[in-house]
């Protein structure tokens, strides 16, 4: 049987390992990818699903995002199946147990990078992100906004980037080993 439940610091490792089967190094490369680096997804917005046996199978997180001058947004990814488990229905079942938290956490707008075709059953589109930009992303037809408020994402333009608020990675991270944050300089 399928779980899907928060993501626990501990399972770093063993999510590391599933994005590698999912996605290989190309992973590395990606816009969205580089935006993350460093950084802790959105408190309480990384879900993963699990077997009975406790095997990680599938990941899903969501991150802040400054959109434009004027306002902030959730970016998904990466919503990663190991590939034994493809064609089951856990992508989609973690798409919507993230964007079912997001809104419940009042969040206004989620965007991602990927497949128009695979993200418009979940409400995705490009209708409202023609004016927004991802550094490095060269197919602008792969950046896709899902509005959980109406209108949030109305006349967004200009480029996703880090919030300022998140300069530095939170604490959690580091006890789980992913960063490593800057030592107290001496009194």
């Known amino acids: 049987m399928l779980h899907i439940r928060q993501e626990k610091p501990s399972e770093a490792g063993a999510r590391e390992a599933l ?3 999912a996605y290989g190094p190309v992973r590395f490369t990606k816009p969205s990818q580089r935006l993350r680096a460093g950084r802790a997804p959105a408190r309480g917005l990384s879900f993963v699903a699990v077997e ?9 997180r969501l ?7 004027d306002r902030t947004a959730l970016l998904l990814g990466p919503l990663a199946v190991h590939p034994d488990h493809r064609q089951q ?7 919507r147990h993230a964007m079912r938290i997001a809104a419940r956490r009042h969040h206004a707008a989620v965007l991602l990078v990927g497949d128009p075709a695979y993200y418009g059953r979940f409400g995705f589109t490009a209708e409202k992100t023609g004016k927004l930009w991802l550094p490095g992303l060269g197919d602008r037809s792969r950046l ?3 509005e959980i408020v109406t209108g949030s994402l109305d006349g967004a333009r200009g480029s996703i980037r880090m919030p300022k608020k998140d300069a530095r990675p939170r604490l959690i991270d580091a006890m789980a080993g992913l960063v490593t944050l800057p030592q107290p300089k001496a009194a």
């Open 19 to 21: 994005l590698d089967a």
């Open 52 to 60: 009975d046996d406790g095997r990680m199978i599938g990941s899903v």
């Open 63 to 69: 991150w802040e995002v400054a959109v434009g001058s």
């Open 89 to 95: 229905g856990i992508g989609g079942a973690l798409m």
């Open 144 to 146: 896709l906004g899902h």
